[in-house]
């Protein structure tokens, strides 16, 4: 995730910052394990049923590509954390996780003819756990070099940063200048790591140090701003946008979208062959239309991108 993760079952009208406590208190943690379940009927979802992929049939050369380790046990079993709105959160129920990681999961176990269980983490435990307690993991994730030293990365999404204060940016921040400024951020994402950066420069300028609040949930990052215990928060653009819509008034884009980048699904290291029918089957749902009909139906079709790579080549 680089930029990537939040908010939960906010998807129910304008939610105020009480709402956005309560939601983060449904939380998420390592050890709940909640089967996901497919919407009923396409044609009248709810903003958190999803698209519906029960249509979707299984691709018997696709399929075939799977190493025992993977499909044996009929199950894709896919590490996400559910904090991370419109990507992967849960529903009204506190239960449920929904989003369009989570139907993009949905439609990758049904190409391969699996059941699909999504198992509500922590962002941060995830990667170190694909390839034992995961099949795979697909929660927002940036491709970076560090991710890629850990495990292996098939492309399907593309986002940005987008910084977020309360409206009217009322702590007056200039975000070519955050020394001494209240910043929250998701732990272990991306723009975390730039924070940090930024942070250790205003100490190598000798100027005040950036407040780093590094909160385990987007939720919790973005209560932290509505609540006016920090003055900006970053995160993945899709977030953003989606924590801005849920809060009514309450906050507020500031400046442009920064660095658009590829989001992708993290598969254990140097398995070549699920990460060759993760690949094939994220295209096919791609070339078939199924994949764009996702991110139509979660708005987040400006992120699509048409080819699904391997381990692409990342900038420093």
Same mark, same amino acid.
């Given at each position: ?215 385990? @949930?987007? &939720? ?5 701003? *509505?609540?006016? +215990? !920090?003055? =900006?928060?970053? %995160?993945? $653009? ?56 996702? @991110?139509? &139906? ?5 992120? *699509?991108?048409? +080819? !699904?790579? =391997?381990?692409? %080549?990342? $900038?420093?």
């Amino acid at each position: 995730m680089s930029l990537s993760k939040g908010m939960k079952s906010m998807a129910a009208a304008a939610v105020s910052a009480a709402m956005l406590i309560a939601v983060a208190a449904c939380g998420t943690s390592d050890n709940a394990d909640t089967a996901s379940t497919s919407g009923s009927d396409s044609s009248s979802k709810s903003s958190t049923q999803g698209f519906d992929t029960s249509s979707i049939k299984k691709d018997d050369a696709i399929a075939a590509l799977l190493p025992d380790s993977v499909a044996g046990d009929g199950t894709l079993t896919v590490g996400t954390d559910t904090s991370y709105a419109p990507a992967e959160f849960l529903a009204e129920d506190g239960k449920t996780p929904v989003g369009f990681d989570v139907d993009l999961s949905k439609a990758l176990a049904a190409v391969f003819g699996l059941k699909e269980k999504t198992v509500s983490s922590t962002f941060d435990s995830i990667i170190p756990s694909v390839g034992s307690k995961y099949d795979i993991g697909i929660s927002s994730f940036t491709v970076t070099k560090e991710r890629l030293d850990a495990v292996d990365f098939v492309t399907y999404f593309k986002a940005g940063s987008t910084w977020v204060t309360k409206k009217g940016n009322p702590d007056k921040v200039d975000t070519s200048n955050l020394c001494g400024v209240k910043v929250a951020v998701q732990t272990g994402t991306t723009q975390e790591e730039e924070i940090n950066a930024a942070n250790d420069q205003c100490k190598a300028d000798g100027k005040p140090e950036i407040d780093v609040q590094s909160s385990k @949930l987007q &939720t919790d990052v973005t209560t932290a701003v *509505a609540s006016g +215990k !920090a003055s =900006i928060f970053y %995160a993945d $653009s899709p977030v953003a946008g989606y924590a801005i819509e849920q809060t009514g008034d309450t906050l507020a884009a500031l400046g442009d979208d920064t660095g658009v980048t590829p989001e992708a699904v993290a598969i254990k290291k140097g398995d070549s062959a699920t990460a060759e029918a993760v690949q094939k089957a994220v295209q096919k749902l791609m070339d078939d239309g199924t994949y764009k009909k996702i @991110l139509d &139906t979660w708005g987040v079709s400006s992120g *699509a991108v048409d +080819k !699904a790579e =391997i381990n692409p %080549a990342v $900038s420093e």
